[in-house]
Antibody, heavy 119, light 105 residues
Framework: QVQLQESGPGLVKPSQTLSLTCTVSGGSISNGSYYWSWIRQPAGKGLEWIGRIYISGSTNYNPSLKSRVTISIDTSKNQFSLELNSMTAADTAVYYC????????????WGKGTTVTVS | SYELTQPPSVSVSPGQTATITCSGDKLGDKYASWYQQKPGQSPVLVMYQDDKRPSGIPERFSGSNSGNTATLTISGSQAMDEADYYCQAWDSSVVFGGGTKVTVL
């Protein structure tokens, strides 16, 4: 079955840019039935959607993060990526990638998450 | 921006029914999804398109959505159902509710 795995640095300095990659295995990222999303969760808090990308390259971002976020896709590597710039302590969280059903926007497969600390 | 409101906590006795609500403006006109998250684990989809259960989710989980409220019901609650539950909908972007901690005791 499809599995997702996040990778990237666990520690980022304030004002720097976070770069995370999600590798999709067991299925093709080019499957047009899905979007590919990033979600984050600060410790002890709820889920916050960051944004999503479709195979066409079309993106949609959380309005509260839109000015700092870029999501891209690399079909040759079966990966999609997140860049979040101007990091602050408030961005410290577990970051998840998830497969998102098109067009109903529910997330049916999640990665295990990766912890990012800004310090 | 669109908001989804959930009660912070719900308590239920084993074998009884737990009802988790999610409120939002005209939520019934949108599709609601629900996720279960246990400590230290990733969220798991337990309901989508209001009332559809993914494969592997027990039949004791059911969902509905009408008016301004979506509801996730756990019939015959078990200790393993103790977790945080999040509702989610789409309104120009993905929106999550704040989460409800379900305690089975």
């Amino acid at each position: 079955q499809v599995q997702l795995q996040e990778s990237g640095p666990g520690l980022v300095k304030p004002s720097q840019t976070l770069s995370l990659t999600c590798t999709v295995s067991g299925g093709s990222i080019s499957n047009g039935s899905y979007y590919w999303s990033w979600i984050r969760q600060p410790a002890g808090k709820g889920l916050e959607w960051i944004g999503r990308i479709y195979i066409s390259g079309s993106t949609n971002y959380n309005p509260s993060l839109k000015s700092r976020v870029t999501i891209s896709i690399d079909t040759s590597k079966n990966q999609f990526s997140l860049e979040l710039n101007s990091m602050t302590a408030a961005d410290t969280a577990v970051y998840y990638c998830a497969r998102t059903h098109y067009p109903f926007y529910y997330m049916d497969v999640w990665g295990k998450g990766t912890t990012v600390t800004v310090s | 921006s669109y908001e989804l409101t959930q009660p912070p906590s719900v308590s239920v006795s084993p074998g009884q029914t737990a009802t988790i609500t999610c409120s939002g403006d005209k939520l019934g006109d949108k599709y609601a999804s629900w996720y279960q998250q246990k400590p230290g684990q990733s969220p798991v989809l337990v309901m989508y398109q209001d009332d559809k259960r993914p494969s592997g989710i027990p039949e004791r989980f059911s969902g509905s959505n009408s008016g301004n409220t979506a509801t996730l019901t756990i019939s015959g609650s078990q200790a393993m159902d103790e977790a945080d539950y999040y509702c989610q909908a789409w309104d120009s972007s993905v929106v999550f509710g704040g989460g409800t901690k379900v305690t089975v005791l």
